[in-house]
């Protein structure tokens, strides 16, 4: 059974930093994409990082440049996302994923085969 837990979420100050996690199971995860989503209550789900199988290559998106790091270690079979200089827009659900295959852009959400529950993330100011 496949199953993507995140933990690491909670209340933080802007400014402040916090450093999500995600433990994979069910599943070769070293032969997956990974990436990290968020959705804020009456938006739309949108992607915030993603990571290659490796871990060689990683996609931002354009608000989190410079400010937060996705990374991935295959042997413990768990993804990271260290999110530095929050701010209060950063707040939302934040959601693993996994795509065995990325072809049309790493955001296009439909690519990702598995999804954690989520973990939510506020900062206030």
């Known amino acids: 059974q496949v199953q993507l837990v995140e933990s690491g979420g909670g209340s933080v100050q802007a400014g402040g930093s916090l450093r999500l996690s995600c433990a994979a199971s069910?599943?070769?995860?070293?032969?997956?994409?990974m990436g990290w989503f968020r959705q804020a209550p009456g938006k739309e789900r949108e992607g915030v990082a993603a990571?290659?199988?490796?871990?060689?290559?990683?996609f931002y998106a354009d608000s989190v440049k410079g400010r937060f790091t996705i990374s991935r270690d295959n042997a413990k079979m768990t993804l990271y996302l260290q999110m530095n200089s929050l701010k209060p827009e950063d707040t939302a659900m934040y959601y693993c994923?996994?795509?065995?295959?990325?072809?049309?852009?790493?955001?296009?959400?439909?690519?990702?085969?598995?999804w954690g529950q989520g973990t939510q993330v506020t900062v206030s100011s």
């Open positions: 990571i290659t199988t490796g871990g060689g290559t990683t």
């Open positions: 994923a996994a795509a065995r295959w990325i072809t049309m852009g790493w955001q296009y959400d439909r690519q990702y085969n598995y």
């Open positions: 069910g599943y070769t995860y070293s032969k997956y994409y």
